[in-house]
């Protein structure tokens, strides 16, 4: 253990707290930290005093510290086009792999735009009764619970959102039609202050729906109505994305070592390079997956691309599979994949569907 690892640690508040018998909690802290996310209900039952320090920021911070850290795949999937519910995908087991629940949010909306920021989800907006919400909804994947977040300043519905140090951003998914709405068509939100600021944006580029975004090299990319749209926050400079980035990018998408990732309407895995500014196919995959993946949607789960998409249950059922791909560029800018392990993780009702998939690490 390094100096500056033992110094940055404090032992628990309670001064009657033993942990470990024998040993300075300080040390019994890291010594529990060090165990796999996995065992962490099995270790809350050992005694009240490890169930506290289990919950506590501290062990959260000191995991962090020691790189004990996990990767888990967070998966939003509407039932019956009514309902919503969220799955977690524990990345860290060997296979097989399967969903567990995580309480779902008391009213989601529909439209609404999702990012990661450290440990925590956020659900901004989306249309409520078919009316563009303000409301955002936080999940602290440490604790596994929901929380109200700070509203934003106007309601959205299939906003654009992207984080870029350690700030929020969201672009659209409102109409211009007055002030307000107008000099807030794009928003920032600080957490560490919890308020949503205006970001100044040309009045040219205000579009109202966006169906993509997507952050590369610290520049937002958010695919509107007409083309799509690019911010870059240190200069506050807008613009228009590339005509080659237009016509490539279709649904959702993801970005994994500065190149995006998106599956195309005919049926492959292709990556954008935003420095040459080229689209390139996935190769190596053929016989690895299906022709056609059926509502796609990607995440990068540390430094891994997965794919999640629906396919043909038994009966009236929808099965939910899910691929982890390592990707890499060949010195001649080609782009491979080697599929490590495809299977279903999840069985819906027939007429659900794949909303989201979002990666934490924790």
Known sequence: MSEATSSSISPPSSSNSILIPNLPDDIAIQIIARTPRFYHLNLSLVCKSWRSILRSPLFFTIRSQLDCTQVFLYINVRIHNSS???FVLDCNLTNPKTLSPIPSIPIQAIGSAFVVLGSKIYVIGGSINDVPSSNVWVFDSRFNSWEVGQKMRVGREFAAAGVINGKIYVLGGCLVDNWTRSTNWAEVFD???????????PVEIREKWMHGSA???K????????GGVAFDPEDSSWGYVSTELDLGWRGRATVVDEILYCYDYLGKI???DAKEFVW????GLDSSLPTFLCGATMANVGGKLYVVW???GGGNQIEVLCAEIEVRKDCFGDLWGSVVWSQVILVIPGGSSIIQCLAIEF
């Open 84 to 86: 919503f519910k969220w």
């Open 191 to 201: 957490p560490k202050i919890g308020t949503w600021a205006p970001v100044p944006s």
């Open 215 to 217: 952050v590369i090299d």
């Open 219 to 226: 520049k937002m990319y958010a695919m509107a109505d007409r």
């Open 270 to 272: 292709r990556g954008f």
């Open 280 to 283: 390139r196919e996935l190769k």
């Open 310 to 312: 629906e396919g043909r």
